[in-house]
């Protein structure tokens, strides 16, 4: 499968990444934490690993590492703004649960 992202998203990235002056794309990846077992990592990706996985959806390239990916494939990125509050959100069809306070995922 793969990695996508919303229109939102996409805006998003592109506009961050023009700032910055640099980089390639996207980073995404978890990490082991919480009380769930898994937490997102999202960065922008300066330099691409040799076993990194590709992926490109409206013009923006996403870096996964091969072992996150196991955990992320068909996950879908957004990026919301609700207020004076805006992150990116993850529709991640392998999760089964997440904790009470939304910090991390269980798959």
Do not use: W
């Not at 939102?8 to 082991?32: D, F, M, N, P, Q």
């Not at 330099?47 to 196991?70: C, H």
């Not at 959100?89 to 798959?107: D, I, L, M, R």
């Amino acid at each position: 499968m793969s990695i996508s992202l919303t229109t939102s998203a996409a805006e998003r990235v592109r506009s961050h990444l023009a700032i910055r002056g640099r980089g390639l794309g996207l980073r995404l990846g978890i990490k082991t934490t919480g009380c769930s077992g898994y937490s997102y990592v999202i960065d922008y990706a300066d330099t691409a690993a040799p076993d990194d996985l590709v992926f490109e959806d409206q013009g923006v390239r996403v870096y996964v590492d091969p072992a996150s990916f196991a955990v992320l494939d068909g996950t879908k990125v957004d990026f919301v703004r609700q207020g004076l509050n805006e992150s990116f959100q993850f529709a991640n069809p392998n999760v089964k649960a997440e904790c009470g306070c939304g910090e991390s995922f269980t798959v």
